[in-house]
């Protein structure tokens, strides 16, 4: 039973346009998400987070939104860079970070073609 | 300053073999995590330490899995009696005291079980 969804495996995006990843959860617990990067044979690296008492976070390019109610968050990324392409991963916390692991997506692989 | 570090970073064994992972975390972070990830899944939570000690062993997929760290640094992952299904990249993270959210990824183990 997956809690954190990336229904979307991949995505490919012009250079400089938007990309949108998106990520469903069911476990209404959840009051932290992460956005994760990864590149091949790299570990991921945290890029943006937001609590659930934000609808949004914003830190330069990249911009996390958080629909309670639906369940879901996105992270935008505009204008995109060739430099993006990676594996993004979605990651959630419950109870304060005192359940002391986050819960992944599969991930979903960004490409931006030049 | 030095970042997560794990070893080895490729490792074949035959099935039904032992092996030990190891991970160095960042110096000062008391918080480290074990998780791996089979091939086209997200990344699965394995067992966290605070400290020396392990809260929440419940991701360990079965007791051929065991971890320890000693010290407050470095742990080491083993796998008694490896099975193919083992097949996988191994990640350690560690993050500051009191604080699980944002974690620090070594480039991981890839272990492949002939």
């Known amino acids: 039973d997956q809690q954190v969804k990336q229904n979307s495996p991949s995505l490919s995006v012009q250079e400089g346009r938007i990309s949108i990843l998106n990520c469903d959860y069911t476990?209404?617990?959840?009051?932290?998400f992460l956005w994760y990067k990864k590149y091949p044979a790299e570990g991921p690296t945290f890029l943006i987070s937001?609590?659930?008492?934000?609808d949004k976070n914003e830190d330069g390019r990249f911009t996390v939104f958080l629909n309670k109610s639906a369940k879901h968050l996105s992270l935008h990324i505009v204008p995109s860079q060739p430099g993006d392409s990676a594996v993004y991963f979605c990651?959630?916390?419950?109870?304060?970070?005192?359940?002391?692991?986050?819960?992944f997506g599969k991930g979903t692989k960004l490409s931006v073609k030049p | 300053g030095a970042g997560v570090s794990q070893s080895p970073s490729n490792k074949v064994t035959e099935k039904g073999k032992d092996v030990e992972l190891r991970c160095d975390p960042i110096?000062?972070?008391?918080?480290l995590y074990w998780y791996r990830q089979s091939l086209g899944q997200g990344l699965e939570f394995l067992i966290y330490f605070q400290g020396n000690s392990a809260p929440d062993k419940s991701g360990l997929p079965s007791d051929r899995f065991s971890a320890e760290r000693t010290g407050g640094s470095v742990s080491t992952l083993t796998i008694q009696r490896t099975q193919q299904e083992d097949s996988a990249v191994y990640l350690c993270?560690?993050?500051?005291?009191?604080?699980?959210?944002?974690?620090?990824f070594g480039p991981g183990t890839r272990l492949t079980v002939t």
């Open positions: 110096s000062g972070h008391t918080a």
């Open positions: 990651a959630a916390s419950a109870y304060g970070g005192s359940q002391g692991n986050l819960i």
């Open positions: 937001i609590s659930s008492i934000k």
């Open positions: 476990n209404s617990m959840f009051d932290y």
């Open positions: 993270a560690s993050s500051p005291q009191y604080s699980s959210y944002e974690q620090y």
